[in-house]
Structures are given as structure tokens and as C-alpha cells.
């Protein structure tokens, strides 16, 4: 048997044995099993989704999202509407994001430590798992060489107002600023867990099972014992084999949506404190385009190699950003005519976006029935509304600060363009609704959160369940609020520390 087991390899159910199944190849589970398998552990590593080659990748931002996002790239929530795009693929979420690693602010995780109870997640206890990540993964700031004007306009915009800015500290090795991290790194610079933690993990001796949906974890008392599941086809989702892992200990690392409703599915289990699925919580965030007098080549550049974090302390974080065309034709206003010539303005765009931490919006998640794929609703906070209103008028300030002769607000309500400074200043005296911004909002978090009090929260600083011995949760879901900022990096180290415990309960 191959050490990566792939669709085409399965010919009948089976069984496995092992003393750690990892449910999840993302950063957070990648990471584990990695760290587990060379303590000698006999970890097996399950993924719903197949293994990605550069030769895979589809520049084409539609096919790509359908190919490797779940729900074809259309997931979006209840209450409020926005899309969430959650991935399925050997490496999870790092095989198309950014591939940006922030530590979280101290004093986030100061926040974290007396609202929810933790003893031992400050900044201080974090830091040696966040540096044991960066060495691994080479996580360095983005250098100039591959930056490309839209991401150097941001800084000579912030250095005007006089923002502080820095350029992003990223998971990659020789990135030639290809611009390409969301439909997959060809070049394979981008450090994504399958081809950095998992093949790690394979060296030393661990097993991948891909295409395996798992449905459900067997308990007998406070001990998980399985878990079960079918064989998928790739793309598709159709069923076939049907299999089961039995092990020492498990982990769910199936991302903020899928964990619960494995949880739910699996008889309500881990959920003596009612909060599994609850405290949905994500970074909405909000776009905006502007237009230079000169050519940007935006298509050129770290697809996010700068930002600001002058703004934390007032909930939003500001971000460069670029997206495959495809994708941004969605967003132009206009049709026809008027659609053509604003896409003809693409080589002199640059695009910025702002995410907000928004604390008091919340909403919840739970199985649909006859699948596993969720039901998520979610409600925008009117006060949270008002970070990301006062992050419009932030950008807006930075595009004319840089220069442009006009920006693109994306705002229902507002004109389509604004040509000055004077011109956006609606974006901040206006009183918007939540409707009326167009968000989108990938970074999740809470809906298994880490609690101090086992009646207020599903996981332990450890990982651990609190209702089983030997069931541990290593995705964002554990996070018990925004970490301000991206969440990968926060993630990693918080499942870096979740393997020691396991290691050391091993």
C-alpha cells in the first residue's frame, strides 16, 4: 500500500489501525500529524478532498473554485448572506490562500485569557510554538524583488498618511511574485501543507488516506474509539466504500463547518456544554478597487505582500489583494459596455480590502440533513457595521493618497465610482447597512471554542474535549474569538502545542 493513498486505490471497504487518526490535512491537522508521526508515533492523516499537482491548477477562477472548494466555491451563509469558501484538498485551506503567517497580538490573547478563562495562551506561552512553525515552514516578510506596484502603492499610500505598514510575513520559498496563490501555486513556492508538513509526516512513517469523508466517531464512555466513513469520488462526492480507522487518539482538524457536524452526527458528542456549532464568528471583509493613471500590471506581485495593522486596536486590519479577473468581474458594477471597459481598466487596478473583527456578530452551525455539508447562519452586528464603514473610508484615503484618479467602493447605495477624496466622503457619513456592503468572509473561528470552564466551552487549552479522554479538536473552530488578524499562523501554533500534550498523553 501506497504511503498516500489516492481514489483510484480503493477497492473494497476496509479497516486500519493506528495510534492517532488526524481528520483533516489543513494547517492544523497537517501540522499535528507531522509532529506526531516523528515523536514515532503510527499516525494516519484522512482527507476528504484528493491530492493537487501544479499540473491540476486552473488559472481560470470559476473552474478553480469548483474544483478545489467546497460546494464548487458557492458556500455562502444564512441570515446575512456572504460567501465562505472553505477548501477541499490534500492541505486544506494553505493550498489557495495567501499563504500569510501573522502572530496574533499580545493583546488579543490577553483579551483571550480573561474572557474565556485560559491560563496558558498569552503571547509568551504562543511564542515558541509560532517560532517552531516559522522555521519549519521558512515564514519570512515578503522582499521588495516580488511585491509589484499594487502591493508598493499601499506602502507609499500608508507612508503618506503616515500609516505604519510592513510588508507580509508569508510561507514561501523563491516566490517569483507570479500573483497565483488562490488558484495554486505553480511554481510551488507557496510552503501549502502538502508539500511541506505531509510529506514530512510520510517520511517518518505516517499514512494518508485522501478521497475518505469521514461521517462519524465512535465513543464507548469517555473514549473515542473509530472513525467511520465513505470513500468519495473526487469532484463529484459520490459514496462508495465504506471504511473505519480505529485508534489511541483522535483529532478533528476538519475546519470550523465540517467539525461540528461530525460532532453532531456522530450522537451529539463532545457537546455536555450545548456550545458545539455555536459562536459562529468570521473576518468579513470588504474590497475596494482603484483605478491609477498608469499601468499597475496588477497581474504581477505577491497576491498579498502588504499591510497595516494601525488599525487593530479599532477592529480591522488593512490588506492588498489581487484575485484572478474571472473573479473580479463579479464585483465590477455595470454590464455590457460599461462591464467591458471596466474590465479594460484591470492593468491600472490595485485592490485593497480591510477584515474586521467582529466580536459581537455571531451565528451557528449544524448538519443538513441526509449530507454533511452544514447549515451556517450568521447575523451582522450593527456595531460591527460600523468598523468596516469607518475601513472604507481608511482605503478610499490610502487610494487617493497613492494617487489614484478614481476608486470603485462596491457599495449598494453609493456611486459606482467616486473620482476624489471630497466624492467618497459618503463612504463615511453614510449611514450603511449591513446589506448594503458586499463581504465576503473566509477566516472562521469559535464553534468549537476553547473555554477554561467545561460548561462554557468544548476544548481545553490542551485540544482536548472536555466531555472524552482522548478526543482533541486542532482547526480555527478552537480559536475562542477573532486573533485579529489571518489565523493560520495562530493556528499552528496552537496545534503545535495540541501535539505536545497528545505526545506527552501518548
Same mark, same amino acid.
Given at each position: 500500500?501506497?504511503?498516500?493513498?489516492?481514489?483510484?486505490?480503493?477497492?473494497?471497504? #476496509?479497516?486500519?489501525?493506528?495510534?492517532?487518526?488526524?481528520?483533516? !490535512?489543513?494547517?492544523?491537522?497537517?501540522?499535528?500529524?507531522?509532529?506526531?508521526? *516523528?515523536?514515532?508515533?503510527?499516525?494516519?492523516?484522512?482527507?476528504?478532498?484528493?491530492?493537487?499537482?501544479?499540473?491540476?491548477?486552473?488559472?481560470?477562477?470559476?473552474?478553480?473554485?469548483?474544483?478545489?472548494?467546497?460546494?464548487?466555491?458557492?458556500?455562502?451563509?444564512?441570515?446575512?448572506?456572504?460567501?465562505?469558501?472553505?477548501?477541499?484538498?490534500?492541505?486544506?485551506?494553505?493550498?489557495?490562500?495567501?499563504?500569510?503567517?501573522?502572530?496574533?497580538?499580545?493583546?488579543?490573547?490577553?483579551?483571550?485569557?480573561?474572557?474565556?478563562?485560559?491560563?496558558?495562551?498569552? @503571547?509568551?506561552?504562543?511564542?515558541?510554538?509560532?517560532?517552531?512553525?516559522?522555521? #519549519?515552514?521558512?515564514i519570512a516578510p515578503t522582499p521588495d524583488d516580488v511585491l509589484g506596484d499594487r502591493n508598493l502603492l499601499f506602502r507609499k499610500a500608508c507612508d503618506a498618511l503616515g500609516y505604519s505598514s510592513e510588508p507580509i510575513a508569508r510561507n514561501v520559498r523563491g516566490c517569483r511574485?507570479?500573483?497565483?496563490?488562490?488558484?495554486?501555486?505553480?511554481? @510551488?513556492?507557496?510552503? !501549502?501543507?502538502?508539500?511541506?508538513?505531509?510529506?514530512?509526516?510520510?517520511?517518518?512513517?505516517?499514512?494518508?488516506?485522501?478521497?475518505?469523508?469521514?461521517?462519524?466517531?465512535?465513543?464507548?464512555?469517555?473514549?473515542?474509539?473509530?472513525?467511520?466513513?465513505?470513500?468519495?469520488?473526487? #469532484?463529484?462526492?459520490?459514496?462508495?466504500?465504506?471504511?473505519?480507522?480505529?485508534?489511541?487518539?483522535?483529532?478533528?482538524?476538519?475546519?470550523?463547518?465540517?467539525?461540528?457536524?461530525?460532532?453532531?452526527?456522530?450522537?451529539?458528542?463532545?457537546?455536555?456544554?450545548?456550545?458545539?456549532?455555536?459562536?459562529?464568528?468570521?473576518?468579513?471583509?470588504?474590497?475596494?478597487?482603484?483605478?491609477?493613471?498608469?499601468?499597475?500590471?496588477?497581474?504581477?506581485?505577491?497576491?498579498?505582500?502588504?499591510?497595516?495593522?494601525?488599525?487593530?486596536?479599532?477592529? #480591522?486590519?488593512?490588506?492588498?489583494? /489581487?484575485?484572478?479577473?474571472?473573479?473580479?468581474?463579479?464585483?465590477?458594477?455595470?454590464?455590457?459596455?460599461?462591464?467591458?471597459?471596466?474590465?479594460?481598466?484591470?492593468?491600472?487596478?490595485?485592490?485593497?480590502?480591510?477584515?474586521?473583527? *467582529?466580536?459581537? !456578530?455571531?451565528?451557528?452551525?449544524?448538519?443538513?440533513?441526509?449530507?454533511?455539508?452544514?447549515?451556517?447562519? /450568521?447575523?451582522?452586528?450593527?456595531?460591527?457595521?460600523?468598523?468596516?464603514?469607518?475601513?472604507? /473610508?481608511?482605503?478610499?484615503?490610502?487610494?487617493?493618497?497613492?494617487?489614484?484618479?478614481?476608486?470603485?467602493?462596491?457599495?449598494?447605495?453609493?456611486?459606482?465610482?467616486?473620482?476624489?477624496?471630497?466624492?467618497?466622503?459618503?463612504?463615511?457619513?453614510?449611514?450603511?447597512?449591513?446589506?448594503?456592503?458586499?463581504?465576503?468572509?473566509?477566516?472562521?473561528?469559535?464553534?468549537?471554542?476553547?473555554?477554561?470552564?467545561?460548561?462554557?466551552?468544548?476544548?481545553?487549552?490542551?485540544?482536548? *474535549?472536555?466531555?472524552?479522554?482522548?478526543?482533541?479538536?486542532?482547526?480555527?473552530?478552537?480559536?475562542?474569538?477573532?486573533?485579529?488578524?489571518?489565523?493560520?499562523?495562530? *493556528?499552528?501554533?496552537?496545534?503545535?502545542?495540541?501535539?505536545?500534550?497528545?505526545?506527552?498523553?501518548?
Amino acid at each position: 500500500m501506497s504511503m498516500v493513498r489516492v481514489f483510484s486505490e480503493y477497492e473494497r471497504d #476496509f479497516v486500519e489501525q493506528a495510534d492517532v487518526a488526524v481528520v483533516g !490535512s489543513g494547517p492544523g491537522g497537517a501540522l499535528l500529524a507531522k509532529e506526531l508521526s *516523528c515523536a514515532g508515533h503510527d499516525v494516519i492523516l484522512l482527507e476528504e478532498g484528493p491530492p493537487f499537482t501544479p499540473a491540476d491548477f486552473e488559472l481560470d477562477g470559476g473552474l478553480s473554485m469548483a474544483r478545489t472548494l467546497r460546494e464548487g466555491g458557492l458556500r455562502t451563509t444564512r441570515g446575512y448572506v456572504m460567501p465562505t469558501m472553505q477548501a477541499i484538498a490534500l492541505g486544506g485551506g494553505s493550498l489557495v490562500n495567501s499563504a500569510i503567517c501573522v502572530r496574533a497580538p499580545a493583546s488579543t490573547l490577553e483579551d483571550w485569557c480573561g474572557e474565556f478563562e485560559l491560563e496558558h495562551t498569552s @503571547r509568551a506561552d504562543l511564542d515558541p510554538h509560532y517560532e517552531a512553525v516559522e522555521k #519549519f515552514l521558512g515564514i519570512a516578510p515578503t522582499p521588495d524583488d516580488v511585491l509589484g506596484d499594487r502591493n508598493l502603492l499601499f506602502r507609499k499610500a500608508c507612508d503618506a498618511l503616515g500609516y505604519s505598514s510592513e510588508p507580509i510575513a508569508r510561507n514561501v520559498r523563491g516566490c517569483r511574485g507570479s500573483g497565483e496563490c488562490f488558484t495554486g501555486c505553480r511554481a @510551488r513556492a507557496k510552503q !501549502s501543507m502538502d508539500i511541506s508538513y505531509v510529506p514530512a509526516m510520510v517520511k517518518a512513517g505516517g499514512r494518508v488516506l485522501t478521497s475518505v469523508q469521514v461521517q462519524q466517531v465512535l465513543a464507548q464512555g469517555r473514549r473515542a474509539t473509530a472513525v467511520t466513513g465513505r470513500v468519495v469520488r473526487p #469532484f463529484s462526492g459520490e459514496p462508495s466504500h465504506s471504511f473505519r480507522v480505529d485508534a489511541r487518539v483522535i483529532v478533528l482538524a476538519a475546519g470550523v463547518m465540517a467539525t461540528p457536524v461530525i460532532l453532531s452526527q456522530s450522537g451529539d458528542l463532545a457537546n455536555h456544554s450545548q456550545q458545539v456549532g455555536r459562536n459562529l464568528q468570521f473576518h468579513p471583509g470588504v474590497a475596494v478597487a482603484g483605478i491609477f493613471p498608469e499601468r499597475t500590471n496588477p497581474q504581477f506581485g505577491a497576491t498579498q505582500g502588504y499591510h497595516s495593522l494601525a488599525f487593530i486596536p479599532e477592529g #480591522f486590519k488593512l490588506e492588498t489583494l /489581487w484575485a484572478p479577473p474571472a473573479l473580479l468581474a463579479v464585483r465590477l458594477p455595470g454590464f455590457a459596455q460599461a462591464l467591458k471597459q471596466r474590465l479594460a481598466e484591470i492593468p491600472y487596478a490595485a485592490i485593497w480590502d480591510a477584515i474586521a473583527s *467582529c466580536n459581537r !456578530s455571531l451565528g451557528h452551525v449544524r448538519a443538513r440533513r441526509g449530507t454533511m455539508d452544514p447549515v451556517i447562519t /450568521w447575523h451582522f452586528h450593527p456595531d460591527d457595521v460600523l468598523i468596516l464603514r469607518r475601513a472604507l /473610508w481608511i482605503l478610499a484615503r490610502l487610494f487617493f493618497a497613492a494617487g489614484a484618479r478614481k476608486i470603485l467602493p462596491g457599495v449598494h447605495g453609493q456611486p459606482p465610482e467616486m473620482h476624489s477624496l471630497e466624492e467618497a466622503r459618503v463612504l463615511a457619513d453614510s449611514e450603511l447597512r449591513a446589506i448594503d456592503l458586499v463581504c465576503g468572509g473566509n477566516h472562521v473561528f469559535s464553534t468549537t471554542r476553547m473555554h477554561g470552564d467545561p460548561g462554557r466551552g468544548v476544548v481545553g487549552e490542551d485540544g482536548r *474535549c472536555h466531555d472524552l479522554d482522548n478526543l482533541y479538536i486542532a482547526d480555527t473552530g478552537i480559536l475562542p474569538q477573532s486573533p485579529s488578524v489571518n489565523p493560520m499562523h495562530t *493556528c499552528m501554533a496552537l496545534a503545535h502545542r495540541i501535539a505536545g500534550h497528545i505526545a506527552e498523553a501518548l
